[in-house]
């Protein structure tokens, strides 16, 4: 998700016929990191018989994404900050400063914030990143985009194992809408590729799904109307998700702070949802009827 929001910000910009090249900071220990960012230059350590340019060179005019940002040691968090502040760098071995003109886009899973407050991320690092940030929700908290993900991903599951599976009935997509996904969209992905290579004809079956997706409790962020296969080639979980948030804010009598918590939402992205459904406290059933368990 991080990688491809960064690649569309870079195709959507002035820049976007010059290279995009990613940097995973966790994968590399800090020498292979520098090495990797910066270049070096023959003899520089071990093993570096030639001289090599670094991915700040190489990416040129174009967008580098430096992933997982929170893992950079002291050290290189030092070295960043000088290229982004004054946009000079050395490769490995070298003492010649060279340039650099290209946008740079960081992503981490992790607080940085907090980070700071442990003395385990400059704040002056940290003020120069946050130009401007862009917050990913998990994939629990829009799970209206988990049937679309689907159908895109068993696309690509298909080519992967050349198959030819072509239905996801009712139950499975339930199944798979309700689970809170804790690895997000690459663990759906996976999830979806075993289903696929465990799947004989042409339709996914419940019983390959993993135990903890098909047992996943129905919880208060997710408790919508069963959906019946006869439904299944209307299935809209924008309507499920219309009906539910009717539902509790019946329930909390309209407190949008309340149902923000049990929806397990922001306020903004719930007001934007009474806007678009048109909601109003006249037009949601009563707090008595809303919060009747269901059957």
């Not at 491809?4 to 994968?27: G, T």
């Not at 340019?53 to 190489?58: H, T």
Request: include cysteine; charged fraction near 25%; charge should be neutral.
């Amino acid at each position: 998700g991080k990688e491809r929001i960064s690649r569309a910000i870079h195709d959507a910009s002035p820049q976007s016929s010059q290279p995009f090249l990613a940097v995973n900071c966790a994968a590399l220990v800090e020498t292979l990191l520098e090495s990797e960012l910066f270049g070096h230059e023959r003899g520089a350590f071990t093993g570096a018989v030639t001289a090599q340019k670094g991915k700040v060179e190489a990416v040129g005019n174009g967008t580098l994404f430096l992933d997982e940002i929170a893992e950079l040691s002291m050290s290189m968090q030092g070295k960043l900050l000088r290229l982004l502040e004054e946009r000079e760098y050395s490769s490995v071995g070298s003492t010649k400063v060279k340039h650099s003109k290209a946008r740079y886009i960081a992503a981490t899973n992790v607080d940085l914030k907090e980070r700071v407050e442990e003395g385990l991320f400059r704040e002056d690092l940290y003020y120069r990143l946050n130009v401007f940030s862009i917050s990913i929700p998990p994939l629990r908290e829009r799970r209206e985009d988990i049937p679309a993900l689907v159908q895109h991903l068993l696309v690509k599951a298909n080519g992967e194992t050349q198959k030819n599976i072509r239905r996801v009935p009712a139950d499975v997509m339930n199944a798979m809408c309700k689970f809170d996904w804790p690895g997000n969209v690459r663990e759906l992905q996976n999830v979806l590729l075993k289903t696929v290579v465990l799947t004989t004809g042409d339709t996914l079956q419940l019983c390959h799904l993993p135990d903890e997706v098909t047992n996943a409790p129905v919880n208060m962020e997710y408790d919508s109307p069963h959906i019946s296969d006869g439904e299944a080639h209307l299935l809209s979980l924008k309507e499920l998700e219309h009906q539910h948030i009717r539902r509790v804010l019946a329930c909390t009598g309209w407190h949008k702070g309340k149902s923000c918590e049990i929806l397990g939402v922001s306020r903004p992205r719930l007001e934007r949802r009474i806007y678009e459904f048109g909601l109003t406290p006249e037009n949601c059933p009563t707090s008595n009827d809303a919060c009747k368990p269901s059957k």
